[in-house]
């Protein structure tokens, strides 16, 4: 007998092809003193294994309990760093515009400026490249003599 896929049975459909019947999936099962059987033990090794299942226990419940906080911290973080993203991007948005008509309503303003800027970084460079042709001057003749 073959079962459709709303679940009645039905002689004449086809069955389905396998696989798409299953889908992947990772069962764990969680550690808890009520599936860890006991056993009647007496004596030190007893208490061991006592201590053993309860250690179980209590790892598997701060795994859990860890990876709750670190998703929780994760969405947090994520959020947080999206809203610092978008408040830097309209501010820098502000500003470029303020510059921008800065720019167009006072060009010569401006056109003083990167001149003004270009000059002083030119001298600089100048002034650097003199200094360091001072400092490493070696002379091209070297005579030695002896006595």
């Not at 250690?55 to 990876?67: N, P, W, Y």
């Not at 973080?77 to 515009?97: E, F, L, V, Y």
């Amino acid at each position: 007998m073959i079962i459709t896929r709303d679940g009645l049975p039905n002689s004449d459909v086809e069955p389905m092809p396998s696989g798409c019947e299953v889908e992947a999936a990772t069962f764990h099962v969680p550690v808890t003193e009520a599936l860890v059987p006991t056993v009647e033990r007496s004596g030190l090794r007893g208490k061991v294994e006592d201590l053993k299942s309860r250690g179980l226990s209590k790892l598997h419940g701060m795994q859990h309990t860890i990876g709750d906080r670190t998703s929780v911290m994760k969405r947090t973080m994520r959020r947080s760093i999206m809203n610092a993203k978008t408040s830097m991007r309209t501010g820098m948005d502000g500003q470029m515009t303020k510059m921008q008509s800065s720019m167009h309503s006072s060009p010569m303003k401006w056109a003083g400026i990167a001149a003004g800027s270009g000059f002083a970084i030119g001298m600089m460079g100048r002034m650097m490249q003199q200094r360091n042709d001072r400092r490493h001057h070696m002379p091209q003749l070297v005579i030695i003599e002896t006595c």
